[in-house]
Nanobody
């Protein structure tokens, strides 16, 4: 049973930073895609970032966060991070970690909302 647990959300003022963490459990380290998507009230889910943990270098970002957010993976700690800088009020949303253990095509930020495994989410509020 795969479980994803997010942490690190909170409230910040515009221009501030937050770092989200995602710790998966229930499976060993295997080649997979992991990522983050967000959903604001009344809006559709938006894939934010994705990483191929097979090399931890192949990353993907939504245009809306490119240059401000950075996704990374620490395979030794089995943790994925989302560093969010220069936060804007429009970044306010519930952020979810997601994983696709067997994806055969590119991880792609846009695909993250459809990854089969996801956590409960962590709220990010920017004022």
């Amino acid at each position: 049973h795969v479980q994803l647990v997010e942490s690190g959300g909170g409230s910040v003022t515009a221009g501030g930073s937050l770092r989200l963490s995602c710790s998966p459990s229930g499976y060993g380290h295997i080649t997979k895609c992991m990522g983050w998507f967000r959903q604001a009230p009344g809006k559709e889910r938006e894939g934010v970032a994705a990483i191929y943990t097979g090399d931890s270098r192949t990353v993907y970002y939504a245009d809306s966060v490119k240059g401000r957010f950075a996704i990374s993976a620490d395979n030794a700690e089995n943790t994925v991070y989302l560093q969010m800088n220069s936060l804007k009020p429009e970044d306010t949303a519930m952020y979810f970690c997601a994983a696709d253990l067997f994806r055969v095509t590119a991880c792609g930020a846009g695909y993250v909302p459809d990854y089969p495994y996801r956590g409960q989410g962590t709220q990010v509020t920017v004022s």
